[in-house]
């Protein structure tokens, strides 16, 4: 089974950034993609960021792009989220996932355990 460990949330002033890591480890084995969703209070998680295994092909929510980016180093099986421009409506839990490329923008099969971000105003 894939474990991911997320981390770099924290609270930070509008405006500001802040870059979020999430490290795989456990049965990790063939090509899978990885994303991010993440879920305010009162409201549904939804999908932010996803990157394709190799990293050629990446796919951000309306909400986020532009603002945020997504990477990858499969060699520290690790990917991150460069989140810039924060505005208080990004503040959530964020989730680290894992998946098929087809699916990681929808339904990821793997999920972290979340690590919150505070955006003040």
């Known amino acids: 089974q894939l474990q991911l460990v997320e981390s770099g949330g924290g609270l930070v002033q509008a405006g500001g950034s802040l870059r979020l890591s999430c490290t795989a480890s456990g049965r990790i084995g063939g090509t899978y993609a990885r994303g991010w969703f993440r879920q305010a209070p009162g409201k549904e998680r939804e999908f932010v960021a996803a990157i394709s295994f190799t990293g050629a092909t990446t796919r951000y929510s309306d909400s986020v792009k532009g603002r945020f980016t997504i990477s990858g180093d499969n060699a520290k099986n690790t990917v991150y989220l460069q989140m810039n421009s924060l505005k208080p409506e990004d503040t959530a839990v964020y989730y680290c996932?894992?998946?098929?490329?087809?699916?990681?923008?929808?339904?990821?099969?793997?999920w972290g355990q979340g690590t919150q971000v505070t955006v003040s105003s």
């Open positions: 996932t894992a998946g098929t490329t087809v699916a990681i923008t929808t339904a990821p099969t793997s």
